[in-house]
C-alpha cells in the first residue's frame, strides 16, 4: 500500500442531464467552477447511466454493479446490506468517509408500494413469512427505514453508522424547499418560524405556469443547497491536520424538481433566452406508442403534474422549466466553487482528485416531455462525469463511452484497493467500453399502455436499441444522422443488419453481466 493515498471528493446532482453544464456546450447555464474542473482533468462526453432514476442507479454508483446484480431494479427497492460498496472497501482501507446531502439508497416516502405481491388463488396453501418470496431478504426492517419521515418525525435521531460505508453522515432527505433529515434540525435552529416559509402554500408570487414551478419563500442562505455547502466545508476543515485519507460525497438533490431555485437564483435566467426543443420546429414526428401515450394524457386533460414522471408540457412550460433548472444549477455552482475553496484551505488539494457526475436526466421539453420515464432518450440516459486529478490528465475530454457503475472501481484502482469480487465496473482511466447496457424498470403503468414498463437498452458507436417486455415492437435510432431521437428505424429493412447486430451485442452485455457472487467454494 503507498505511504500517500489521494483523497476524493464526489460531488453529483440528482436529475441533471450532461448538457446542461457550460462545460458541455449549454448556450446559456453558468458554470464556472465546474467547468474549471473540467479543464483541470478530464470530461466524458459518452458517460451514460446503469438506470436513468434515482435508486437503481445510486445503488449501482455505491455497488459498482448493475441493478439486475445488486436487486434495485426500480424505484422503492432498498439497497441491500448484503451488497458491498466501494465506500465499505475504502474504509476498509484506511479512509475516513462521509456523505453529506442526498442518499436515497432507501425509501423516502413512507407509502405502500404500487407494485405488490399477488393474492394467491383461492384453495391453495400459502406460506407464511419469507417462505412468500423466491428470495429471502430483510428490507422490510427497521434498518431499511432511515430515510422515511416515520424515522425523523421526533426531530434529529441518533442516526446509526457506519451507513453503506460511510462513517460520518448528514442527510438531506426528498426534493424542494420541505425536505428533511439532519437539514431539517439545520434549518429550524437558524429559523424557528420556517414552517410559514415552506411550500407551495407559502411560495412568493410569480408568473410561470410550469408544472411544480414554486418560488420559494425560503432564503439562499437557508436553503439545502447552502446547507450541503456549509456542512462539507466543516468537515473539510476538521482533516486539516488529518494524515488520513478522506473520501468525501457531497450529493445534492437539485435540480430535481419541484422548481424552486432560491432567491436571486428564481429569475437569473429568462425563459426566453432558453433554446426551443426540436419537437416543437417540426411536424414530421410520429412519437413511439410509450411517449404518444404520454402526450395524449396530457390532452386528455389526466396527467399527473405534480408526479414524478413524465408529463407532456407546452413550449412556454418546457422554457420555464429549463431556466429554473439553469437557476438550481447556477446555485450549485456556486456551491462546488466554495467546497473547492476549503478544500484548498485545508492544503490538500494537490493530493485529492475531484470528481462531478448526476444519477440521470431531465427531458426539459424535449420530444415535449418534462421530467423522466421509461423513455430512454439521451436527455435520461447520458449524464456527465469529470475527473479531475492532479496527476491525471489536464483540459481533455474523451468519447470512450463509461457508466455509473464503473465510477466505484475507479477510484479504487486510484487508489490501489482490489475491488470485491464480483463487482463489475471498470477502470475508466485503463479501459475503454465498446457498449453501455441500461437497465430500467418501474412501478408504474406507463401512460396510455397497460403495463409496467421493463426495457433494457444498448449504446453503441451512433446507435441507441432499446427492448421492451411484452411489446411487439421496440426503438433503434442512429445518432449521427438523427442526434434528436425522432426516426424509429426498428422495422426499417436498410437498418436490419445493424439492428441484428446491436441486439446480438444486447446479449453478450446481459451474459457479461451475469451476477458472479458469490463465487463457489469448492467443486462440485
Given amino acids: 500500500m503507498p505511504e500517500k493515498r489521494p483523497n476524493f471528493i464526489l460531488f453529483i446532482t440528482d436529475q441533471h442531464r450532461a ?34 432514476v434515482c435508486m437503481p442507479n445510486r445503488a449501482s454508483l455505491m455497488t459498482a454493479r448493475l441493478p439486475s446484480s445488486h436487486g434495485v431494479r426500480m424505484n422503492g427497492s432498498p439497497l441491500s446490506r448484503r451488497n458491498v460498496t ?13 456523505l453529506i446531502g442526498k442518499s436515497h439508497l432507501q425509501t423516502l416516502s413512507g407509502q405502500p408500494p404500487l407494485l405488490k405481491k399477488p393474492e394467491g388463488r383461492s384453495g391453495y396453501h400459502h406460506a407464511n413469512g419469507d417462505l412468500r418470496e423466491a428470495v429471502r431478504h430483510d428490507l422490510t426492517e427497521p434498518a431499511y427505514k432511515l430515510e422515511e419521515p416515520r424515522y425523523w418525525a421526533d426531530g434529529n435521531p441518533n442516526f446509526p453508522t457506519p451507513f453503506y460505508g460511510f462513517d ?21 435552529s437558524k429559523e424557528p418560524d420556517a414552517d410559514a416559509l415552506i411550500g407551495p402554500e407559502n411560495q412568493l408570487p410569480h408568473d410561470y405556469i410550469c408544472p411544480q414551478a414554486v418560488r420559494t419563500a425560503i432564503p439562499e442562505e437557508l436553503y439545502s443547497t447552502t446547507y450541503i455547502a456549509e456542512r462539507a466545508e466543516a468537515w ?29 437564483y428564481w429569475d437569473m435566467y429568462n425563459p426566453a433566452n432558453m433554446p426551443v426543443p426540436e419537437a416543437f420546429l417540426r411536424n414530421d414526428w410520429t ?48 456551491a462546488v466553487g466554495r467546497v473547492k475553496q476549503a478544500l484548498h484551505d485545508t492544503g490538500r488539494a494537490d493530493t485529492t482528485v475531484t470528481m462531478f457526475t448526476t444519477d440521470h436526466g431531465d427531458h426539459l421539453g424535449d420530444h415535449k416531455l418534462l421530467l423522466k420515464g421509461a423513455e430512454q432518450y439521451e436527455q435520461i440516459t447520458r449524464v456527465p462525469f469529470i475527473w479531475a486529478d492532479p496527476e491525471g490528465p489536464a483540459g481533455e475530454r474523451t468519447d470512450k463511452i463509461g457508466q455509473t457503475y464503473d465510477i466505484g472501481t475507479t477510484i479504487l484502482e486510484r487508489a490501489r484497493i482490489e475491488p470485491a469480487y464480483g463487482m463489475q465496473g471498470v477502470d475508466l482511466m485503463s479501459h475503454a467500453r465498446e457498449t453501455a447496457l441500461i437497465q430500467y424498470a418501474h412501478q408504474k403503468i406507463m401512460d396510455g399502455m397497460p403495463i409496467r414498463p421493463n426495457v433494457h437498452s444498448l449504446r453503441r458507436d451512433c446507435y441507441r ?48 453481466a451475469a451476477d458472479l457472487s458469490p463465487a463457489p467454494v469448492a467443486r462440485a
Avoid at 449549454?26 to 438506470?51: E, K, N
Avoid at 473539510?236 to 436571486?264: C, I, Q, T, Y
Avoid at 386528455?300 to 407546452?314: H, I, Y
Fill in 19 to 52: 448538457d446542461y453544464l457550460g462545460c458541455y456546450g449549454h448556450p446559456v447555464v453558468q458554470t464556472p467552477h465546474i467547468d474549471a474542473m473540467a479543464q483541470q482533468g478530464l470530461a466524458f462526453d459518452s458517460f451514460y447511466v446503469a438506470s436513468p
Fill in 86 to 98: 466501494f465506500v465499505e472497501l475504502l474504509r476498509d482501507a484506511g479512509y475516513d468517509t462521509a
Fill in 168 to 188: 460520518h453522515v448528514e442527510l438531506v432527505i426528498g426534493h424542494g424547499d420541505g425536505v428533511g433529515g439532519h437539514y431539517r434540525d439545520w434549518l429550524y
Fill in 236 to 264: 473539510l476543515a476538521a482533516r486539516k491536520d488529518s494524515e488520513r485519507p478522506f473520501f468525501l460525497m457531497v450529493s445534492w438533490p437539485d435540480p430535481h424538481h419541484p422548481f424552486n431555485p432560491p432567491g436571486r
Fill in 287 to 334: 412519437p413511439p406508442e410509450h411517449v404518444a401515450g404520454i402526450l395524449r394524457t396530457r390532452e386528455e386533460g389526466r396527467a399527473m403534474l405534480g408526479g414524478l414522471n413524465s408529463v407532456a408540457v407546452t413550449l412556454r412550460e418546457a422554457q420555464e422549466a429549463q431556466a429554473l433548472t439553469c437557476g438550481m444549477i447556477t446555485m450549485i455552482d456556486d
Fill in 465 to 512: 436499441l432499446s427492448v421492451y417486455q411484452h411489446m411487439s415492437w421496440g426503438e433503434l435510432y442512429d445518432l449521427d444522422d438523427d442526434p434528436g431521437e425522432f426516426c424509429n428505424l426498428w422495422n426499417d429493412p436498410g437498418y436490419s443488419a445493424i439492428k441484428l447486430s446491436l441486439l446480438e451485442d444486447l446479449a453478450r452485455a446481459e451474459l457479461a
